[in-house]
C-alpha cells in the first residue's frame, strides 16, 4: 500500500482539508500555524466518475472576467505613441518612486535592514497580524474621542487589501455601496466582482470637490451596505474640512451605514491646511478606516497596510471583527519582515521627513496650478494635499476631440505627456497630473501642455458663434 505525504497548512482553526477523501487523514497536531503532515492512503479510490469530461474546457470563471481594472481598460485602449522629438514625460503614474527623486526616509530603510538581520520575520505571522505591530500602529493613530488598541488594528496586503477585506466583511452579493466620482477606480473593480452594485455620488470641483450631499443623500436605499469615503482624495487631492466631514458622518447617521474610510494620504495635507481622521469626529457611525505604508513613507511596494476598527456604540460588535479575522485567513495578510519593521517605521521616521515630502508636493501642485490655470480652455482645480491634481477641460473649445480621452491621448502624440484622462475614474472632461515628478519635469510638462492647448485652441465654440450672430 502506498502512501502519499501531503503538506496542509493549518491556519487557526476551521481550515477545511477540501478535495482529499475525508476518510484516512491523519494530523499530526492540531490547529496553530504549523506546517502538518497529512498522509492519506492511495488505496482509497474515488468513486467512478459519472459523466467523464471528453475534452478540455478550461475558462476564467465568471469573478475574473467581472474583474476589470477601468485604468487599464481605458489606458490599453489608447493610441500613445509619443513624439519621437521630445522625450516622454508620465503624469499619469500614482507612484512616488518612478522617478527616483522622491527616496523614503533612511530610518525607514534601516528599521526594514534591521528587521531582516534579526532573522526574527522569516515565519508565518497570525493571519491578522504580529500583536506588536498592532500595537505600533494603534499607538501610533490613537486620538482623543478615537482610541485604539492592537485587537483594533489587522494588518494587510498593502491599503488595497485592507479596502477589499473592508467591503467584504460589509457587504453581501446585491448590496450597495456609495462610491465618489471622481475617485479611486480599486472600490468598483472589487466590488463589482463581488457582485456588489456601485452607486456613485458626485464630488463638485467648484467646490473643492466637497461631496454634493443631497446627491449623496438621493442613492440611499435599503441595500446600501456602506459608504466610502476618500479624504485626501486620489484623484482630487481635496481635504475636507472639519464641518463638511461632520455633514457626511450626519448622513451616515440618520441613515445607519457604516462608513470605509480610505485614508491612504492621511495628514499628506499642505502646510496651512488640517488633516481631520474622520473617526473622532463620530459618536454614532463605525467606522472602517483603511491606510497603509504606501503613500505617506513612500514605499507602495513593500505592500503593508491596516484596517482601523473605530466602532461606536459597539455597532459592530464581535461579529464584524470576527468576520475580519476571517477574511484575513484568506491570505495571511502581510509581509511579515515589513511587520518587524513596522514599529520602528512608525515611531523613528522624522517629522522633517513628512514635511519635505509634502512642501515638495505643494511646490510641484502650485507650479502645475499656477501655469496651467492661465491656459486658455484649462480649468485646473488647486490641491490641498495628496499629490495629485485635476484639470478641467473646456472640451468646446477643443472642437478636434471628443473627449478627455482623445484630447490627452494627442498631447502625448504631440508633446510626449501623458496625463491620466479622468474617465479612468467616470469623470469625463477633466485629466489627471501626478505632482511627485521632479520639479524640473513638472514646468517642462505644463509649458508642453500650454503649447498643445495654444495649437488647439478654438476661441469659441459653433454653437455660441451662432448665438453671437
Ligand atoms: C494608492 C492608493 C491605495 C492603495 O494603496 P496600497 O497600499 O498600495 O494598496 C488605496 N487608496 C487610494 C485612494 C490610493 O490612492
Redesign the pocket.
Known amino acids: 500500500m502506498e502512501n502519499r505525504s501531503y503538506k496542509i497548512k493549518m491556519n487557526g482553526n476551521g481550515i477545511q482539508t477540501n478535495g482529499i477523501h475525508g476518510n484516512g487523514i491523519h494530523t499530526n497536531g492540531i490547529n496553530g500555524n504549523a506546517v502538518h503532515h497529512v498522509s492519506v492512503k492511495a488505496s482509497i479510490h474515488p468513486a467512478k466518475l459519472k459523466a467523464r469530461r471528453q475534452r478540455w474546457n478550461v475558462k476564467p470563471s465568471e469573478m475574473a472576467k467581472n474583474t476589470l481594472n477601468p485604468i487599464r481598460a481605458i489606458v490599453d485602449g489608447m493610441k500613445l505613441t509619443p513624439n519621437p522629438d521630445k522625450p516622454m514625460i508620465a503624469l499619469s503614474i ?1 507612484d512616488p518612486t518612478v522617478f527616483g527623486n522622491m527616496p523614503t526616509d533612511d530610518k525607514v530603510l534601516q528599521a526594514m535592514k534591521d528587521a531582516i538581520d534579526s532573522q526574527k520575520y522569516n515565519g508565518y505571522a497570525p493571519s491578522v497580524g504580529y500583536y506588536k505591530s498592532r500595537e505600533a500602529v494603534a499607538n501610533f493613530y490613537s486620538e482623543p474621542g478615537a482610541p485604539l488598541e492592537a485587537n483594533d488594528v489587522i494588518l494587510t496586503s ?3 487589501q485592507a ?1 477589499e477585506l473592508a467591503i467584504n466583511v460589509l457587504c453581501n452579493p446585491g448590496d450597495n455601496i456609495l462610491v465618489p466620482c471622481p475617485g ?1 477606480s ?1 472600490y468598483k473593480t472589487l466590488a463589482v466582482s463581488m457582485g456588489i452594485k456601485v452607486k456613485l455620488y458626485n464630488l463638485l470641483p467648484e467646490k473643492s470637490w466637497e461631496v454634493d450631499l443631497q446627491h449623496l443623500e438621493s442613492l440611499i436605499d435599503d441595500r446600501t451596505a456602506c459608504m466610502i469615503l ?1 479624504n485626501p482624495s ?1 484623484p482630487c487631492g481635496s481635504v475636507y474640512s472639519k464641518e463638511h466631514l461632520q455633514s457626511l458622518l450626519s448622513i451616515a447617521s440618520r441613515y445607519c451605514i457604516p462608513i470605509l474610510a ?1 485614508e ?1 494620504y492621511g495628514d499628506m495635507v499642505f502646510p496651512g491646511c488640517t488633516f481631520h481622521s474622520l473617526a473622532p469626529l463620530s459618536s454614532d457611525v463605525p467606522i472602517l478606516s483603511c491606510g ?1 505604508l ?2 505617506r513613507w513612500l514605499v ?1 511596494g513593500w505592500r503593508m ?1 491596516w484596517i482601523l476598527i473605530h466602532d461606536r456604540n459597539d455597532v459592530f460588535g464581535s461579529e464584524i471583527r470576527e468576520g475580519l479575522v476571517k477574511l484575513s485567513q484568506r491570505i495571511l495578510g502581510a509581509c511579515t519582515v515589513v511587520q518587524g519593521a513596522l514599529e520602528s517605521i512608525l515611531n523613528d521616521t522624522p517629522q522633517e521627513f513628512y514635511q519635505s515630502t509634502i512642501n515638495f508636493i505643494k511646490t510641484n501642485a502650485e507650479i502645475c496650478f499656477s501655469e496651467l490655470s492661465t491656459v486658455p480652455g484649462l480649468n485646473p482645480v488647486m490641491p490641498s494635499g495628496a499629490m495629485y491634481l485635476m484639470v478641467g477641460i473646456e472640451m468646446e473649445h477643443f472642437p478636434e476631440f471628443q473627449n478627455d480621452v482623445e484630447f490627452t491621448e494627442r498631447l502625448v502624440t504631440e508633446q510626449s505627456v501623458f496625463c491620466l484622462p479622468a474617465t479612468a475614474f467616470e469623470y469625463p472632461n477633466f485629466f489627471r497630473v501626478v505632482v511627485t515628478v521632479p520639479e524640473k519635469m513638472m514646468v517642462e510638462a505644463c509649458e508642453r501642455i500650454r503649447e498643445f492647448c495654444a495649437r488647439h485652441y478654438r476661441p469659441r465654440s459653433q454653437d455660441s458663434n451662432e448665438l453671437d450672430q
Do not use: E, V
Request: aromatic share 6%; with cysteine; proline share 6%.
Open positions: 500614482g498593502g491599503c488595497s479596502i479611486f480599486l476618500t486620489n480610505d491612504i497603509g504606501a503613500k507602495p497596510g
